[in-house]
Protein backbone atom coordinates (compact mmCIF):
# COMPACT_ATOMS: atom_id res chain seq x y z
CA UNK A 1 0.00 0.00 0.00
CA UNK A 2 1.77 3.31 -0.95
CA UNK A 3 -0.21 5.97 0.64
CA UNK A 4 -0.20 10.22 0.74
CA UNK A 5 -2.25 11.56 3.69
CA UNK A 6 -3.10 15.25 2.80
CA UNK A 7 -4.60 17.35 4.90
CA UNK A 8 -3.27 21.18 6.91
CA UNK A 9 -1.40 21.10 10.22
CA UNK A 10 -3.23 19.56 12.66
CA UNK A 11 -5.82 17.21 10.67
CA UNK A 12 -4.78 13.99 11.97
CA UNK A 13 -2.15 12.36 9.68
CA UNK A 14 0.33 11.61 12.19
CA UNK A 15 -2.46 10.02 14.54
CA UNK A 16 -3.75 8.06 11.77
CA UNK A 17 -0.65 7.17 9.95
CA UNK A 18 0.27 5.49 13.25
CA UNK A 19 -2.58 3.20 13.14
CA UNK A 20 -2.16 2.56 9.76
CA UNK A 21 1.54 1.59 10.30
CA UNK A 22 0.30 -1.14 12.71
CA UNK A 23 -2.33 -2.54 10.30
CA UNK A 24 -0.34 -2.74 7.35
CA UNK A 25 2.98 -3.03 8.44
CA UNK A 26 4.68 -0.33 6.36
CA UNK A 27 6.56 2.63 7.57
CA UNK A 28 5.12 6.47 8.35
CA UNK A 29 7.59 8.58 6.66
CA UNK A 30 6.78 12.08 8.11
CA UNK A 31 8.89 14.97 6.71
CA UNK A 32 8.36 16.82 9.72
CA UNK A 33 9.63 14.45 12.20
CA UNK A 34 12.56 13.58 9.84
CA UNK A 35 13.55 17.50 9.82
CA UNK A 36 12.94 17.71 13.67
CA UNK A 37 15.22 15.00 14.37
CA UNK A 38 17.66 16.94 12.47
CA UNK A 39 17.17 20.02 14.07
CA UNK A 40 17.37 18.61 17.63
CA UNK A 41 21.02 16.87 16.32
CA UNK A 42 22.06 20.32 14.90
CA UNK A 43 23.11 18.50 11.40
CA UNK A 44 23.55 21.08 8.68
CA UNK A 45 20.48 20.33 6.92
CA UNK A 46 18.76 20.41 10.50
CA UNK A 47 20.43 23.85 11.00
CA UNK A 48 19.40 25.03 7.55
CA UNK A 49 15.98 23.88 7.82
CA UNK A 50 15.29 25.27 11.78
CA UNK A 51 14.66 29.08 10.64
CA UNK A 52 12.40 28.09 8.16
CA UNK A 53 10.12 26.00 10.70
CA UNK A 54 10.47 27.97 13.62
CA UNK A 55 8.91 30.86 11.30
CA UNK A 56 6.02 28.47 9.89
CA UNK A 57 7.02 28.64 6.73
CA UNK A 58 8.50 25.85 4.19
CA UNK A 59 11.78 23.83 3.89
CA UNK A 60 12.60 24.41 0.60
CA UNK A 61 11.56 21.88 -2.01
CA UNK A 62 15.57 20.86 -2.95
CA UNK A 63 16.27 19.82 0.67
CA UNK A 64 12.55 17.59 1.36
CA UNK A 65 12.47 16.09 -2.37
CA UNK A 66 16.14 14.43 -0.98
CA UNK A 67 14.88 13.30 2.26
CA UNK A 68 12.23 11.55 0.85
CA UNK A 69 14.05 10.22 -2.51
CA UNK A 70 16.99 8.58 -0.02
CA UNK A 71 14.14 7.23 2.59
CA UNK A 72 11.93 5.64 -0.28
CA UNK A 73 14.87 3.32 -1.34
CA UNK A 74 15.49 1.98 2.41
CA UNK A 75 14.13 -1.86 2.85
CA UNK A 76 11.30 -1.19 4.92
CA UNK A 77 9.21 0.61 1.98
CA UNK A 78 9.89 -2.55 -0.40
CA UNK A 79 5.83 -3.09 0.25
CA UNK A 80 4.21 0.33 0.53
CA UNK A 81 4.74 3.67 2.96
CA UNK A 82 2.55 5.72 4.55
CA UNK A 83 3.96 9.21 3.52
CA UNK A 84 2.75 12.22 6.28
CA UNK A 85 3.16 16.21 5.53
CA UNK A 86 4.63 15.14 2.23
CA UNK A 87 4.49 16.18 -0.51
CA UNK A 88 3.21 20.10 -0.19
CA UNK A 89 3.83 21.88 -3.12
CA UNK A 90 3.04 20.58 -6.57
CA UNK A 91 7.14 21.08 -7.46
CA UNK A 92 7.55 18.03 -4.45
CA UNK A 93 4.59 16.34 -5.91
CA UNK A 94 6.32 16.34 -9.49
CA UNK A 95 9.75 15.37 -7.96
CA UNK A 96 7.91 12.54 -6.27
CA UNK A 97 6.13 11.16 -8.91
CA UNK A 98 9.74 10.84 -10.63
CA UNK A 99 11.19 9.07 -7.75
CA UNK A 100 8.50 6.75 -7.84
CA UNK A 101 8.56 6.45 -12.02
CA UNK A 102 12.12 5.52 -11.65
CA UNK A 103 11.67 2.61 -8.78
CA UNK A 104 8.81 1.18 -11.17
CA UNK A 105 6.01 2.15 -8.09
CA UNK A 106 3.11 4.26 -8.43
CA UNK A 107 0.78 5.56 -5.54
CA UNK A 108 -2.63 3.69 -4.65
CA UNK A 109 -4.41 6.36 -2.74
CA UNK A 110 -3.94 9.52 -1.74
CA UNK A 111 -6.42 10.61 0.98
CA UNK A 112 -7.28 13.92 1.98
CA UNK A 113 -8.36 14.90 5.49
CA UNK A 114 -10.58 17.88 5.69
CA UNK A 115 -10.85 20.01 8.79
CA UNK A 116 -12.59 23.52 9.70
CA UNK A 117 -9.86 26.03 10.46
CA UNK A 118 -11.06 26.78 14.18
CA UNK A 119 -10.98 23.37 14.96
CA UNK A 120 -7.28 23.13 13.60
CA UNK A 121 -6.15 25.75 15.39
CA UNK A 122 -7.58 24.14 18.83
CA UNK A 123 -5.99 20.75 17.95
CA UNK A 124 -2.82 21.96 17.39
CA UNK A 125 -2.40 24.11 20.59
CA UNK A 126 -3.61 21.16 22.27
CA UNK A 127 -1.15 18.79 21.03
CA UNK A 128 1.14 17.13 22.83
CA UNK A 129 4.21 14.34 22.11
CA UNK A 130 5.72 12.20 24.12
CA UNK A 131 9.63 12.82 23.94
CA UNK A 132 10.29 9.55 24.14
CA UNK A 133 8.56 7.36 21.60
CA UNK A 134 6.84 10.13 19.40
CA UNK A 135 3.70 8.92 20.20
CA UNK A 136 0.91 12.14 19.78
CA UNK A 137 -2.09 13.33 22.52
CA UNK A 138 -4.42 15.81 22.90
CA UNK A 139 -5.10 17.52 26.54
CA UNK A 140 -8.59 17.45 25.58
CA UNK A 141 -9.49 14.99 22.91
CA UNK A 142 -6.90 12.50 22.88
CA UNK A 143 -5.40 12.49 27.08
CA UNK A 144 -2.81 10.24 28.61
CA UNK A 145 -4.14 8.39 31.24
CA UNK A 146 -1.47 9.77 33.69
CA UNK A 147 -1.13 13.71 32.89
CA UNK A 148 1.41 14.61 30.89
CA UNK A 149 3.40 11.36 30.81
CA UNK A 150 3.11 8.70 27.43
CA UNK A 151 0.41 6.09 28.45
CA UNK A 152 3.14 3.45 25.80
CA UNK A 153 6.59 4.46 27.42
CA UNK A 154 6.13 6.62 30.24
CA UNK A 155 7.93 9.24 28.47
CA UNK A 156 7.20 12.64 29.26
CA UNK A 157 5.19 14.85 26.70
CA UNK A 158 6.22 18.24 25.83
CA UNK A 159 4.42 20.67 23.26
CA UNK A 160 6.24 21.43 19.45
CA UNK A 161 7.65 24.89 19.41
CA UNK A 162 5.78 25.82 16.22
CA UNK A 163 2.17 25.16 17.97
CA UNK A 164 1.73 28.15 19.26
CA UNK A 165 -0.93 30.58 17.95
CA UNK A 166 0.87 32.86 15.72
CA UNK A 167 2.68 30.63 14.02
CA UNK A 168 -0.23 28.24 13.94
CA UNK A 169 -2.27 30.35 11.95
CA UNK A 170 0.90 31.34 9.68
CA UNK A 171 1.30 27.36 8.62
CA UNK A 172 -2.47 27.31 7.77
CA UNK A 173 -1.93 30.02 5.22
CA UNK A 174 0.98 28.38 3.48
CA UNK A 175 -1.06 25.11 3.73
CA UNK A 176 -3.96 27.36 1.32
CA UNK A 177 -1.55 29.18 -0.59
CA UNK A 178 0.81 25.97 -1.50
CA UNK A 179 -0.37 22.58 -0.20
CA UNK A 180 -4.08 23.42 -1.19
CA UNK A 181 -3.51 22.68 -4.89
CA UNK A 182 -2.47 19.13 -4.22
CA UNK A 183 -6.20 18.19 -3.66
CA UNK A 184 -6.93 19.01 -7.32
CA UNK A 185 -3.45 17.61 -8.73
CA UNK A 186 -4.34 14.32 -7.25
CA UNK A 187 -7.96 14.53 -8.13
CA UNK A 188 -7.21 14.71 -11.41
CA UNK A 189 -4.74 12.10 -11.37
CA UNK A 190 -8.02 9.83 -9.72
CA UNK A 191 -6.02 8.60 -6.89
CA UNK A 192 -7.63 11.02 -4.37
CA UNK A 193 -10.25 9.75 -1.12
CA UNK A 194 -11.16 13.38 0.64
CA UNK A 195 -12.36 12.08 3.98
CA UNK A 196 -14.75 14.20 6.79
CA UNK A 197 -11.93 14.72 9.34
CA UNK A 198 -14.13 16.80 11.92
CA UNK A 199 -15.36 13.41 13.41
CA UNK A 200 -13.38 11.97 16.84
CA UNK A 201 -10.24 9.77 16.44
CA UNK A 202 -11.64 6.17 16.24
CA UNK A 203 -14.47 7.27 13.47
CA UNK A 204 -12.04 8.68 11.46
CA UNK A 205 -9.68 5.51 11.73
CA UNK A 206 -12.72 3.28 11.03
CA UNK A 207 -13.84 5.13 7.95
CA UNK A 208 -10.49 5.50 6.06
CA UNK A 209 -9.82 1.71 6.79
CA UNK A 210 -13.48 0.90 5.40
CA UNK A 211 -12.16 2.87 2.42
CA UNK A 212 -8.99 1.34 1.81
CA UNK A 213 -10.35 -2.16 2.11
CA UNK A 214 -12.95 -0.88 -0.38
CA UNK A 215 -10.38 -0.60 -3.02
P1 LIG B 1 -1.12 16.38 11.79
O1 LIG B 1 -0.14 15.24 11.76
O2 LIG B 1 -2.08 16.35 10.63
O3 LIG B 1 -0.46 17.73 11.94
P2 LIG B 1 -1.90 15.24 14.37
O4 LIG B 1 -2.21 13.83 14.00
O5 LIG B 1 -0.62 15.51 15.09
O6 LIG B 1 -2.04 16.20 13.07
O7 LIG B 1 -3.14 15.78 15.23
C1 LIG B 1 -3.11 17.11 15.78
C2 LIG B 1 -3.74 17.09 17.19
O8 LIG B 1 -5.14 16.82 17.06
C3 LIG B 1 -3.18 16.01 18.10
O9 LIG B 1 -3.14 16.55 19.40
C4 LIG B 1 -4.20 14.86 18.01
O10 LIG B 1 -4.29 14.14 19.24
C5 LIG B 1 -5.49 15.63 17.74
N1 LIG B 1 -6.41 14.92 16.83
C6 LIG B 1 -6.09 14.15 15.76
N2 LIG B 1 -7.21 13.69 15.15
C7 LIG B 1 -8.25 14.20 15.85
C8 LIG B 1 -9.68 14.07 15.74
N3 LIG B 1 -10.24 13.35 14.75
N4 LIG B 1 -10.45 14.74 16.64
C9 LIG B 1 -9.88 15.47 17.64
N5 LIG B 1 -8.56 15.61 17.81
C10 LIG B 1 -7.75 14.99 16.93
P1 LIG C 1 4.80 18.92 10.29
O1 LIG C 1 5.42 18.09 11.37
O2 LIG C 1 4.34 18.13 9.11
O3 LIG C 1 3.71 19.84 10.84
O4 LIG C 1 5.96 19.88 9.74
C1 LIG C 1 6.60 20.82 10.59
C2 LIG C 1 7.40 21.81 9.75
O5 LIG C 1 8.43 21.11 9.03
C3 LIG C 1 6.60 22.55 8.66
O6 LIG C 1 5.93 23.70 9.17
C4 LIG C 1 7.72 22.91 7.67
O7 LIG C 1 8.48 24.00 8.12
C5 LIG C 1 8.61 21.66 7.72
N1 LIG C 1 8.19 20.65 6.73
C6 LIG C 1 7.71 19.40 6.98
N2 LIG C 1 7.44 18.75 5.84
C7 LIG C 1 7.74 19.61 4.82
C8 LIG C 1 7.65 19.55 3.41
N3 LIG C 1 7.18 18.45 2.78
N4 LIG C 1 8.06 20.63 2.70
C9 LIG C 1 8.54 21.72 3.31
N5 LIG C 1 8.63 21.87 4.64
C10 LIG C 1 8.24 20.82 5.40
Aim: some cysteine; hydrophobic content about 40%; proline content about 5%.
Amino acid sequence: MKLILLGPPGAGKGTQAKMLTERFSIPQISTGDILRAAVKDKTPMGLKAKQYMDAGGLVPDEVVVGIVRDRLQEADCINGFILDGFPRTVAQADALQTSLEEMDKALDRVISLDVDAEALVERLTGRRTCKDCGRGYHVQFDPPRVDALCDACGGSLFQRDDDQEETIRKRLQVYADQTSPLISYYRDADVLIELDGMQPIPQVQEKMLSLLQAG
